[in-house]
């Protein structure tokens, strides 16, 4: 069974302060995908990512995937309230299905 | 176009009542999930429909937990009788085919007293 672990599990910040959060897998994935949860909402898809060093940006968000393909992070650059949420990373399975980890909760205080 | 419709968004019942949660996929839609998600954890994988098949049950409580999708459309999610447990958020998803990505309901918490 292919694990991901998650960390930090909490993490508190200032607006305007940077954050990084990182998704380790127990072995190679192939895919992998970033989502953001806020409070009372299901999972939205932030990005894909399938190449190992692969760097994806989205506004503020950088994704990079390691080289290896057993890790990745989020880098959020000059946070923003609206950032607050859980941000999960899943693993996508040869046959498509996903495989979450326990997600790493980020509360931006204005 | 409009999102994953689930209901209802809040249930509270006793241990051994039953429940049941509903879904409406995005139309066209042919592939619905229904993952847990249990408080500080990530979403778990229940079922998986392609149209009003099965394709993976395999982390269903099957002795107490039930789905079906009749139509290929709805579909609907069953507990009887609920643990304690099973207090957690349902999320029911659907995408296209398995190849697309998901979206999300916004699910529906269940308290089990």
């Known amino acids: 069974t292919q694990l991901l672990e998650q960390s930090p599990q909490f993490l508190s910040i200032q607006e305007g302060e940077n954050l990084t959060v990182y998704c380790n897998s127990s072995s190679v994935f192939s895919s992998l995908q970033w989502y953001r949860q806020e409070p009372g909402e299901g999972p939205v898809l932030l990005v894909t990512?399938?190449?190992?060093?692969e760097v994806k940006k989205l506004k503020r968000l950088t994704f990079q995937f390691g080289d290896a393909r057993k890790d990745s992070s989020l880098h959020i650059t000059a946070a923003q309230p609206g950032d607050t949420g859980l941000y999960l990373c899943?693993?996508?399975?040869?046959?498509?299905?996903?495989?979450f980890g326990a997600g790493t909760t980020v509360t931006v205080r204005a | 176009e409009a999102g994953v419709a689930q209901s209802p968004r809040y249930k509270i019942i006793e241990k051994r009542q039953s429940v049941a949660f509903w879904c409406n996929p995005i139309?066209?839609?042919?592939?619905l999930y229904w993952y847990q998600q249990i408080l500080g954890q990530g979403p778990k994988l229940l079922i998986q429909f392609q149209n009003n098949g099965v394709v993976d049950d395999s982390q269903l409580p099957k002795d107490r937990f039930s789905a079906e999708r009749l139509k290929g459309v709805d579909s609907t999610l069953k507990i009887q009788p609920a643990k304690l447990e099973d207090s957690a958020v349902y999320l029911c998803?659907?995408?296209?085919?398995?190849?697309?990505?998901?979206?999300f309901g916004s699910g529906t918490r269940l308290t089990v007293v």
């Open positions: 990512v399938v190449t190992g060093g």
């Open positions: 899943a693993l996508r399975s040869n046959d498509y299905k996903l495989s």
């Open positions: 998803a659907s995408s296209r085919t398995v190849l697309y990505g998901y979206t």
């Open positions: 139309s066209g839609h042919a592939t």
